[in-house]
């Protein structure tokens, strides 16, 4: 296992961003960067032996600085939405932003993926970022330093931990956002790929993507992904939260606890699967509904639906609905959750 670092340019700010290069003894490669912790490529081989980056992104730190659609970030202190923007938390009342339709999303518009973050250690295998998020940052209560760890593998796997202790009772809920295209980052559409999901149900959500509180099961629609199918099979089913979405862009109640295997995504064009692991009890499947026309490595050109991502989570705005796990985390408690996916050929 080898790494090596790599100039990646400036930001507005001036400051220098990095980016790290971790590849494994069967040629398998991740390149991270301290630019909001992101996530910028993972190299694996086909069924032919021919690598593919079957991430999609940037080539730079100012394009990622500029980038609005969170390729490869990591979204914090509380990822997806919190409705009205605003929640209430030992009897006070805090106050977002509302940057989506008068909702908050993925905690904007300072976000954590616009930041330079502290490589707080570097092994043959693994790298950890850390990021200092001040009391009333994005709006949310207490200190906490965010720690994320990503880890590559033999075993073709590429594992995300995060990690914090606030100072005082907060909402942390973490995740990465990478975009997934297993015939490689340009291929084009996704929608022949195959997902299966362990979820018999997702949480029913309006027409802003706000969580109603219930539970609907995915049994007889077109959101069933319990046996694998093709993205594109239903998606454009007349289901209203097809409708809602345009496509896919919902969260699935993901069956057990712990630490276990939830999701796939799967090419028989390229020959990979990904295997997705994680303790989280929350799954958001986005089939980049609302790409268009986005520059990305390369010269390439990512267009709607050329990708998915698979961002593990508590539930949208569990905030608000008392039946919703999380995502409150208690001044002196550790916020620790992981994911993992891994390569195979099949």
Aim: charged share 25%.
């Amino acid at each position: 296992m080898s790494y090596q670092k790599t100039d990646f340019g400036k930001i507005k700010s001036g400051e220098n961003a990095s980016l790290y290069t971790f590849e494994n003894d069967s040629g398998m490669q991740i390149k991270v960067t301290d630019l909001g912790a992101t996530l910028v490529s993972i190299v694996v081989k086909n069924k032919e032996g021919r690598r593919i980056d079957v991430v999609q992104g940037y080539d730079s730190a100012s394009e990622y600085e500029a980038g609005i659609v969170f390729m490869g970030a990591v979204i914090g202190r509380c990822t997806n939405r919190i409705g009205g923007a605003a929640f209430e938390l030992n009897g006070k009342n805090y106050e977002l932003c509302k940057n989506d339709n008068g909702n908050n999303l993925h905690s904007g518009p300072d976000l954590y993926t616009k930041r330079i973050w502290k490589v707080e250690k570097t092994e043959g295998n693994s790298i950890t970022f850390s990021l200092f998020s001040p009391h009333m940052d994005q709006g949310y209560p207490g200190n906490v330093t965010i720690y994320v760890t990503y880890t590559l593998t033999e075993e073709n796997e590429v594992e995300i931990c995060y990690q914090a202790t606030p100072d005082m009772d907060t909402l942390l809920n973490m995740t990465n956002h990478s975009y997934f295209n297993l015939d490689g980052h340009d291929a084009g559409e996704i929608l022949g790929q195959k997902v299966w999901i362990d979820a018999d149900a997702y949480t029913e959500a309006d027409a802003e993507s706000i969580p109603t509180g219930v539970l609907t099961q995915v049994e007889d629609t077109p959101m069933d992904f319990r046996t694998p199918k093709a993205i594109g099979q239903e998606i454009e089913a007349d289901y209203e939260a097809l409708t809602f979405g345009q496509g896919y862009d919902h969260n699935y109640v993901l069956n057990g606890e712990g630490f276990r295997k939830v999701a796939s995504l799967e090419s028989d064009r390229s020959g990979i699967q990904m295997i997705v692991y994680t303790d989280c009890p929350g799954l958001q499947l986005y089939t980049a509904n609302f790409l268009d026309n986005e520059s990305g490595k390369n010269g390439a050109l990512y267009q709607r639906r050329s990708s998915a991502c698979f961002e593990t989570q508590f539930f949208p705005d569990a905030i608000h609905h008392e039946n919703f796990e999380g995502p409150v985390c208690k001044a002196g408690e550790t916020y620790f959750r992981r994911t993992r996916c891994r390569f195979v050929k099949v």
